[in-house]
């Protein structure tokens, strides 16, 4: 397959950044999309250029290092998968792809296509967790029962890979999914029970803090959603939150 | 020459690790506030530790090269984590763990060590569920387990194909709440490239910081290595593109001793190589062996038409397929440890028997209709459906199977677009873990004082070849259980030491030999990009180092890493400067320590003149082509010495004594 490509090219944070245009040659379909770009790549070095920085690692759709918006969708088109999981089968020889980095104010630029999202991680700091300690004394896994479907719908919300997609695909950039997937799971299980309260307040106002925009609805999250997590969850979110707000 | 003492305590297999537990000094709370300690890495050995650690009170500063710990490769680990709960009453006992984790390392490694994994295995499942990691769970509301190769009893754990997604973030759930304390504070992109030795002892690290380019000091009290395994040195393998040795190779160059550097996991369950455009490859989790049957045609014609596209696997009648697992081995079938299960891949590829349509033709069916047909039949009675047409019984049986597979089936269909709910899936062997690893004592600490390697970092527990399930468990022992404590039998010295000052003559020395490194690789202008010498390690590794070495090979190997080494130093182009966001440098720096560590790699295989697990010798073979050991002259640990080159290097040897199993042949028929 031939293939242009319009790729924001960016330098650095305080950098303006724009589109530039590439051509890349002979791409197999078999190939994923993050191959076509290791190829475009090489092809830049050996032209003496410099390569386009983006995010990767496991190449599995399981770490959610990998972003980009392609043809204005996080992850491309396709469904529930990540970019390092779709493949060039799904364009047509060709095409003009447009890639992009995730955008919204919470995830600013690092360079060309890779952003910070370390917005995440501080949510997370604000009350993803049990506050339960090491010791090898914890009482025995079997004594805590968890009704199966809870513990099934537990795991779906902990199946999130906190890739940023569902904030890139949002208008308002809101994180409410994200941050729903973490209450959610919790949510479910007894032992997240005992700090429930405490959690969703403190992880609500830590995503609120770093500027991410509100939840109108509108449901483009759960499209985009590389592992499908579910709407339900902010729904649940926001029952826990009310509750823990009248308290 | 004398033995490397592994600090093994005294006494019965079984008391070993209480009374150790029992004897070793501790460090009062308010001291513990007084140290530091360095963890470089955050996956589920560095995770769990940099958690622990810092519970207890230590001042943690954790290390990794990811935007955020949450995305180390431990995240991809897919089947299970091992424990001896016996929950499912089939006989399952922390000896039976100790033993088919030692008889499925082939006798190759270290008795107490394995013991004590076997022993803290239960706690981790209890910690993990008490941190909220949702477990698959049966209707009963109770923990479900499942079976992995090379045992028979069903303890793995799991969550869907996802565990080491949910142990990871379970484990970084912890660090979170250690990171909201300030107990942990946490280097995000940030890439440890040397060790500082203050006499003698760790004493803190040089990173790079990946956004600006920085280089900076750290320092602690003692520095903890859970960076992960080398299998990139393959090029293609399973782990993570980013997975590396160099925080690994740097301490070894420091004088960590390197061990067992031959022994490789070579995943029998891998989506086959498609096209020399390819980065990476991907697994198929082991767990798939409990319902897939894996074959291959039985007649050469049916072979090479299947690969030429004119007969498909399912027009292929069941008198006319080679389940050849089922066959060689018909104890364990198609649950055969995955040393064994690779190389009988292999073997009838190299007959010409395999299936796949590239320049090699290697792979093989991984097959799941009996499954499907089987629990669609059951299906059909609990549900009451008398007389279930075919339809509706493939329609139940592919439901349960998507219950239980569901994502794997997905990402397969993804990556080579056949639908394995209809047709075979196609499999081969991939590199995937790495046994070997820093030589650590039974204190995980290393030949350097304060220097501490955990997880597949190290070598310590699975000998010669890992068993399913096992990486998991080990890599969360060792930072929840077994690093907490012996780390603080040493630091109970430092109680006194004080803030240890980074601007001292021994981080100024490793601060220049980190940079200059750096400004020659800029510098270099070469002509050829790091994938293109990183490709060529690959193959100079899989054709000659792969699933089975000869000394010839292995000679020429060794002879072709070095000069591909050279001609890396003289031709590679690194783009950019070293004070930014720059990914071809970070990439060169990692591909340069494989260019070192492939050669010691080759040439511990060729110095093994055996066969044992993961390390296969031609020359050393049964006549039914099973690996041959030779325990009279190689029941050692190999550890390698740096001395300035890696063919200089020293072996020094770790004598392995059985006090409580029997050395057999590994059988598995």
């Not at chain 2, 980074?502 to 981080?507: K, L, Q, R, S």
């Not at chain 2, 029941?635 to 770790?654: D, N």
Request: one cysteine or more; aromatic letters at 8%; a neutral charge.
């Amino acid at each position: 397959m031939n293939l242009t490509l319009q790729i924001w090219r960016q330098k650095n944070a305080d950098a303006k950044g724009a589109m530039e245009t590439y051509k890349v040659e002979n791409i197999s379909p078999d190939s994923s999309f993050l191959e076509m770009l290791d190829i475009l790549n090489d092809q830049l070095i050996n032209e003496g250029k410099e390569p386009v920085a983006f995010d990767h690692d496991c190449r599995e759709g399981i770490c959610g290092m990998c972003s980009l918006q392609i043809n204005g969708e996080p992850h491309g088109p396709g469904r529930a998968i990540t970019t390092c999981q779709l493949h060039m089968r799904k364009f047509k020889d060709g095409d003009t792809i447009y890639i992009e980095p995730f955008r919204a104010k919470a995830f600013p630029v690092i360079k060309d296509l890779v952003v910070d999202r370390s917005a995440f991680d501080r949510i997370q700091h604000a009350g993803g967790y049990i506050s339960v300690n090491t010791s090898g004394n914890t009482q025995d896994a079997n004594a805590i029962p968890v009704e199966k479907e809870k513990a099934d719908k537990a795991f779906d919300a902990a199946t999130c890979i906190g890739c940023g997609a569902c904030v890139a695909a949002c208008k308002n950039a809101s994180a409410m999914l994200f941050t729903s997937a973490k209450v959610s799971q919790f949510a479910l299980l007894p032992q997240g029970r005992i700090e429930a309260t405490e959690r969703v307040l403190n992880m609500v106002k830590q995503m609120d803090l770093e500027g991410f925009g509100n939840c109108t609805n509108t449901g483009a999250c759960e499209i985009e959603c590389p592992k499908g997590i579910s709407l339900e969850n902010i729904a649940r979110m926001n029952r826990e939150y009310l509750k823990a707000s009248v308290k | 020459m004398a033995s490397l003492d592994s600090k093994t305590p005294q006494g019965a297999l079984a008391d070993k690790w209480t009374n150790y537990k029992n004897n070793i000094r501790l460090v009062n709370p308010a001291n513990k506030r007084k140290i530091d300690v360095i963890i470089v890495g955050t996956g589920l050995a560095g995770g769990s530790a940099a958690a622990t650690l810092a519970e207890l009170g230590y001042n943690v500063k954790a290390f990794c090269y990811q935007d955020s710990p949450r995305r180390a490769h431990s995240i991809a680990a897919q089947g299970g984590i091992n424990a001896a709960k016996n929950y499912q009453g089939d006989g399952d006992s922390v000896y039976r763990l100790f033993y088919d984790t030692i008889k499925g390392g082939d006798y190759r490694s270290r008795e107490a060590n394995v013991y004590r994994l076997a022993e803290v295995s239960a706690n981790i499942i209890d910690q993990c569920v008490a941190q909220g990691v949702p477990f698959a769970r049966d209707y009963g509301g109770l923990l479900d387990n499942r079976s992995f190769g090379g045992v028979l009893v069903s303890r793995t754990f799991y969550a869907k194909g996802q565990t080491g997604q949910q142990l990871l973030l379970g484990a970084y759930s912890a660090m979170n709440r250690q990171i909201a304390k300030g107990k942990i504070t946490m280097y995000n992109r940030h890439e440890m490239l040397d060790v500082v030795l203050v006499n003698g002892k760790a004493r803190g690290i040089i990173a790079r910081n990946l956004i600006t380019g920085e280089i900076e000091r750290h320092s602690a009290h003692a520095v903890v290595i859970a960076s992960g395994g080398y299998g990139n040195v393959f090029f293609l393998s399973t782990n993570a593109m980013g997975s590396n040795a160099t925080a690994a190779w740097k301490i070894h160059k420091r004088g960590a001793y390197f061990a067992n550097p031959c022994y490789t996991q070579i995943h029998p369950t891998c989506i086959p190589v498609h096209g020399d455009q390819q980065s990476k490859l991907t697994l198929m989790s082991e767990s798939l062996r409990n319902d897939g049957r894996i074959w291959v045609p039985k007649k050469l014609e049916d072979a090479k038409a299947v690969r030429e596209g004119k007969l498909k696997p399912t027009d292929i009648a069941e008198e006319d397929r080679d389940y050849y697992l089922e066959r060689r081995y018909p104890s364990f079938g198609n649950l055969v440890p995955r040393d064994v299960a690779s190389r009988a891949a292999k073997e009838r590829c190299d007959a010409g028997f395999g299936i796949i349509n590239n320049s090699t033709n290697e792979g093989v069916f991984l097959d799941f209709s009996s499954a499907i047909e089987r629990y669609g039949k059951e299906q059909a009675h609990i549900q009451g459906v008398h007389n279930p047409s075919r339809e509706k019984i493939l329609q139940l049986g592919e439901e349960v199977v998507a219950s239980k597979y569901g994502n794997l089936f997905d990402m397969y269909q993804q990556i080579t677009d056949d639908n394995p709910y209809k047709t075979p899936m196609k499999i081969y062997p991939a590199v995937h873990y790495t046994m070997g690893g820093i030589w650590v004592d039974y204190n995980l600490m290393t030949t350097v004082p304060g220097l501490y390697a955990i997880g597949e970092a190290n070598f310590s527990d699975h000998g010669a070849n890992r068993l399913g399930a096992s990486a998991l468990m080990q890599g969360l022992a060792d930072g929840y259980f077994v690093l907490p404590y012996t780390i603080g039998d040493y630091l109970a010295d430092d109680i006194r030491t004080g803030p240890i000052p980074t601007n001292t003559p021994e981080f100024d020395a490793a601060e220049k030999h980190v940079t200059d490194r750096i400004s020659q690789l800029i510098n270099n202008n070469g002509k050829h990009s790091v994938d293109y010498f990183h490709k060529k390690l690959g193959h100079i590794m899989w054709n000659k180092v792969g699933m089975a070495r000869n000394a010839q090979g292995l000679s020429e190997a060794i002879h072709e890493i070095a000069e591909l080494r050279e001609q890396f130093w003289k031709e590679v182009r690194v783009p950019g400067v070293p004070n930014e966001f720059n990914q071809e440098l970070e990439k060169a720096g990692r591909v340069a320590d494989f260019l070192e560590l492939g050669e010691l790699f080759a040439r511990d295989a060729l110095e093994r003149n055996e066969s044992c697990g993961g390390h296969f010798r031609e020359e050393y073979r049964t006549e039914e082509g099973e690996a041959r050991r030779d325990d009279e002259h190689f029941t050692y640990v190999a550890a390698w010495e740096y001395t300035g080159k890696p063919s200089e290097a020293i072996l020094h040897k770790e004598d392995l004594k059985f006090d409580n199993v029997e050395l057999k042949t590994r059988s598995y028929k």
